[in-house]
């Protein structure tokens, strides 16, 4: 329980409502909760030896300390971090932002995360944006208000109030899952552009003359199919007259692949490869053509986004591109530490860039 710092307030004694801990009388604030007189009382301490018990445990004995977290242990003590955070400007939350829970291709990142944020005695605070920037608006507006140590974006802002009203709280940001020459603050990703034409490379390398793509309605998926598109027509890879793609609503999911192909086969028949958004409109697509009795590879190639646990073993295999959410979490904890202990960050703007991991699927 060191490092935590037990705010001042907190020894205060309090006037309202009574109620017994152990048979014992103790004073309740107006809200209910435990104070730190109370686990003082309870160990038999004055409340600043019980501050120093959990904030610098090696400056009592450890008899009073055991008394402290005995105490402790039997009221669920929790000190109140929002009041100590107003004398030292520090909160030791970070909230993240993510377009869903529902979709498992950031999960890695959020984990990667949480672990190394709480390594540092930070702790993470997950929100929901969806997919429309409203939403964003909205719920950076109330995260800013909380003042956390620092915000994660998935994705760049785009919104032009999300980005002033960020730039105005002077919190440190750091984007993720994309790239920009202009940046809110710090920023960890990769090329979605960059992918879309190493695809259409990889697919054209390997004989495919007549591709299409399934993605979701997202803003960075489009940006990837963009790149995808026009890198596949400069190399003579698309059917005259199509359009190349078909649009599911994000998040993506494995029926939303289904459909999408059975949508795909009827636009151009002579489909021969896919690429999907998502490593599960991929999975969608795989399954629906052995619906169909459709080969892969042999007469469809099918390759995916975000290289998910099941990927490989898939039967085929999946061919996907794989981003390592690990090293984006753990470079984006790296970077809001820094700047919230105060310390310069001399590199910040991250590439780790990407890998297309090749298997059965194409």
Same mark, same amino acid.
């Given at each position: 329980?060191?490092?935590?710092?037990?705010?001042?307030?907190?020894?205060?004694?309090?006037?309202?409502?009574?109620?017994?801990?152990?048979?014992?009388?103790?004073? @309740? %604030?107006?809200? +209910?909760?435990?104070?730190?007189?109370?686990?003082?009382?309870?160990? *038999?301490?004055?409340?600043?030896? !019980? /501050?120093?018990?959990?904030?610098?445990?090696?400056?009592?004995?450890?008899?009073?300390?055991?008394?402290?977290?005995?105490?402790?242990?039997?009221?669920?003590?929790?000190?109140?971090?929002?009041?100590?955070?107003?004398?030292?400007?520090?909160?030791?939350?970070?909230?993240?932002?993510?377009?869903?829970?529902?979709?498992?291709?950031?999960?890695?990142?959020?984990?990667?995360?949480?672990?190394?944020?709480?390594?540092?005695?930070?702790?993470?605070?997950?929100?929901?944006?969806?997919?429309?920037?409203?939403?964003?608006?909205?719920?950076?507006?109330?995260?800013?208000? @909380? %003042?956390?140590? +620092?915000?994660?974006?998935?994705?760049?802002?785009?919104?032009?109030? *999300?980005?002033?009203?960020?730039? !105005? /709280?002077?919190?440190?940001?750091?984007?993720?899952?994309?790239?920009?020459?202009?940046?809110?603050?710090?920023?960890?990703?990769?090329?979605?552009?960059?992918?879309?034409?190493?695809?259409?490379?990889?697919?054209?390398?390997?004989?495919?003359?007549?591709?299409?793509?399934?993605?979701?309605?997202?803003?960075?998926?489009?940006?990837?199919?963009?790149?995808?598109?026009?890198?596949?027509?400069?190399?003579?890879?698309?059917?005259?007259?199509?359009?190349?793609?078909?649009?599911?609503?994000?998040?993506?999911?494995?029926?939303?692949?289904?459909?999408?192909?059975?949508?795909?086969?009827?636009?151009?028949?002579?489909?021969?490869?896919?690429?999907?958004?998502?490593?599960?409109?991929?999975?969608?697509?795989?399954?629906?053509?052995?619906?169909?009795?459709?080969?892969?590879?042999?007469?469809?190639?099918?390759?995916?986004?975000?290289?998910?646990?099941?990927?490989?073993?898939?039967?085929?295999?999946?061919?996907?591109?794989?981003?390592?959410?690990?090293?984006?979490?753990?470079?984006?904890?790296?970077?809001?530490?820094?700047?919230?202990?105060?310390?310069?960050?001399?590199?910040?703007?991250?590439?780790?860039?990407?890998?297309?991991?090749?298997?059965?699927?194409?």
């Amino acid at each position: 329980m060191s490092g935590v710092k037990i705010p001042a307030m907190d020894t205060k004694p309090s006037t309202s409502k009574i109620a017994t801990i152990n048979g014992e009388k103790r004073s @309740r %604030r107006g809200s +209910g909760g435990i104070t730190l007189r109370d686990v003082a009382k309870l160990a *038999g301490v004055a409340p600043i030896t !019980a /501050s120093r018990a959990l904030n610098t445990p090696d400056a009592v004995s450890p008899a009073v300390l055991q008394k402290v977290r005995d105490a402790v242990e039997k009221t669920g003590y929790v000190p109140n971090m929002l009041a100590g955070g107003l004398a030292s400007s520090r909160s030791r939350l970070v909230a993240a932002v993510v377009p869903t829970v529902v979709g498992p291709v950031f999960q890695e990142t959020v984990q990667s995360l949480t672990e190394s944020l709480a390594r540092s005695g930070y702790q993470l605070m997950l929100g929901q944006s969806g997919y429309a920037n409203s939403r964003e608006d909205a719920l950076l507006e109330t995260i800013i208000a @909380r %003042r956390p140590d +620092g915000v994660v974006l998935t994705g760049i802002m785009r919104s032009p109030d *999300g980005r002033r009203r960020l730039l !105005a /709280s002077g919190i440190p940001v750091v984007e993720t899952w994309d790239l920009t020459p202009t940046p809110i603050d710090m920023l960890v990703g990769f090329s979605h552009e960059k992918i879309g034409i190493a695809v259409a490379e990889f697919l054209h390398a390997r004989g495919r003359r007549n591709v299409m793509t399934i993605r979701g309605n997202d803003e960075r998926a489009q940006r990837r199919a963009k790149a995808f598109l026009e890198t596949a027509g400069k190399l003579g890879m698309l059917a005259q007259g199509q359009a190349g793609e078909y649009v599911v609503p994000a998040p993506t999911t494995l029926g939303s692949g289904r459909r999408g192909l059975r949508e795909v086969l009827d636009i151009n028949p002579d489909t021969d490869a896919v690429f999907c958004s998502s490593d599960l409109l991929a999975l969608g697509v795989l399954i629906e053509a052995q619906a169909r009795d459709i080969d892969v590879p042999q007469r469809l190639g099918v390759i995916g986004f975000g290289d998910l646990g099941f990927a490989e073993d898939l039967h085929p295999s999946l061919t996907t591109v794989r981003i390592d959410g690990t090293a984006i979490g753990a470079v984006a904890a790296a970077l809001i530490i820094d700047r919230a202990e105060g310390r310069a960050v001399a590199e910040p703007v991250r590439d780790i860039g990407f890998s297309i991991i090749a298997r059965d699927s194409a």
